[in-house]
């Protein structure tokens, strides 16, 4: 009888833990609260200069010179979803300002079908290696995350968590007029 009451209490332990390490779930993100970030000028720092492969082919190249949004997604991630379509009418509303997304941990074909579900016209870099690179300056700290880089290449904010048009159309609106 102990043996049985050692091995039930040994499933159940072993039960509640993983031991693949991987996170599949929705909840296995960090959610940011929409809290934005917003740099002074006179204390941004260089945005890396960065490039990656395209969700629907070619290459994208950073060069500063246009306000850019650089918003962090994945299709599973409820915010993302939630904030797809304010984010593409930014883009069409500020023509001026160039949108990128960067997929992160996530399969190509879920992105696609997202890109198609909400009528995403700007790009998307699939390698979200390129994120390391915006580590110890505004790094990306939630799923979704959107940075702002200012025309002369600058880290100018962040939204940790899902956009509001109306906060954005603020937030491009300042650093457009700079």
Request: hydrophobic share 45%; net charge negative; charged share 20%.
């Amino acid at each position: 009888m102990r043996s049985v009451c050692v091995f039930l209490v040994a499933l159940l332990v072993t039960g509640c833990s993983s031991t693949s390490g991987l996170q599949t779930s929705e909840q296995s993100f960090i959610s940011g609260n929409g809290i934005v970030t917003l740099i002074d000028k006179s204390d941004r720092d260089l945005a890396p200069i960065f490039a990656g492969p395209l969700l629907d082919g070619g290459n994208f190249n950073f060069a500063p010179g246009k306000v850019t949004v650089l918003n962090v997604w994945a299709s599973w991630c409820s915010p993302c979803r939630a904030e797809a379509p304010s984010l593409e009418e930014l883009s069409i509303k500020y023509p001026e300002v160039q949108f990128v997304g960067v997929l992160t941990r996530d399969n190509l074909v879920a992105a696609r079908a997202f890109v198609k579900r909400f009528s995403i016209t700007y790009p998307t870099i699939i390698d979200d290696a390129i994120l390391a690179e915006f580590s110890g300056l505004l790094s990306v700290n939630a799923i979704p995350t959107t940075l702002v880089i200012d025309r002369s290449g600058r880290l100018a904010a962040r939204i940790s968590g899902e956009i509001t048009f109306s906060s954005m159309t603020e937030l491009l609106d300042r650093i457009t007029s700079e």
